[in-house]
């Protein structure tokens, strides 16, 4: 139970804006659950087998380094070379900490950490959507865990799923596209100005320019010139009242 719904008298999960964010996350999980199923599906096909996969989908929760990681751990690369795949893949996460900071450093250590398992990234395009103001207000976990609890459900159920019946399921049917389809959905409704467009266009051509980098390096490439594009672009404009640009 979080703060703010213990201020209201009413469990996390019957609070208005938890509704709200499962409503909100609800309309994209189809293509969360198509990620997910190809996902699994991939796991168990690279030889990790039916048990480690369980394990992997249920503790590691991050489709992308999942996947990025998968066939080095089937060539049998050393555990270093896994482990920087992953950090690099999941490095977007450090923006995504930054931006969240604003409304969730209040909180004490563990229920950051709580929030910081269950983070995804359909979760933080959607509560930047919804609160994009940056300051800290009693609706927001609840509207943050109303989204992670369907996100989390679909991911975990689907790649269960692709686990179990991973011979069942081609991968040649390319699902997962279906995810991708989905955030790139959503990404384009926060480009609601000149500085988001040019960010996010420097960020696809950079991604395609670095594609050949091992590691999938191109993303470390893409996010790099994202945030360098876009801090150049907040130096160089007019700044606010207070100092802020």
């Known amino acids: 139970m979080t703060a703010s719904s213990l ?16 409503a909100d996350m609800a309309g994209i999980a189809l293509g969360i659950a198509a990620w997910g199923l190809v996902t699994g599906v991939a796991m168990v096909k690279s030889g990790l087998g039916v048990p480690l ?27 270093w070379v896994v482990w920087a795949t992953a950090f690099c893949v999941n490095l977007r996460f450090v923006i995504f900490s930054a931006q969240w900071r604003p409304y ?29 103001e940056p300051k800290p207000a009693p609706e927001q976990q609840p509207y943050f865990w109303g989204g992670a609890a369907i996100n989390w ?41 000149r500085a988001s467009w040019i960010a996010a266009a420097v ?6 320019a670095a594609y050949a980098m091992p590691l999938r390096l191109n993303i ?3 996010i790099a010139a994202a945030v ?13 009242k207070g100092g802020v640009a």
């Open 53 to 79: 996969s369980v394990l992997m989908s249920l503790t590691v929760y991050a489709g992308s380094a999942q996947l990025a990681a998968l066939p080095l751990i089937a060539s049998g690369a050393p555990i």
């Open 104 to 132: 969730f450093a209040h909180l004490p250590l563990a229920a950051r950490l709580r929030l910081g398992y269950f983070t995804a990234d359909l979760n933080y395009v959607l509560f930047m959507r919804r609160f994009p």
């Open 220 to 222: 470390v490439v893409a």
């Open 7 to 22: 201020a209201l008298g009413v469990p996390t999960w019957r609070h208005p804006e938890f509704r709200r964010g499962a």
């Open 228 to 240: 360098a594009i876009a801090l150049l672009i907040d130096h160089a404009g007019p700044k606010r």
């Open 153 to 193: 459900f679909s991911w975990q159920s689907t790649s269960l799923v692709g686990i179990f019946l991973a011979d069942r399921v081609p991968t040649e049917w390319g699902i997962g596209f279906a995810g991708t389809i989905a955030l790139l959905g959503l990404t384009y409704s926060l480009l609601h100005d």
């Open 203 to 208: 960020a696809g051509c950079a991604a395609v």
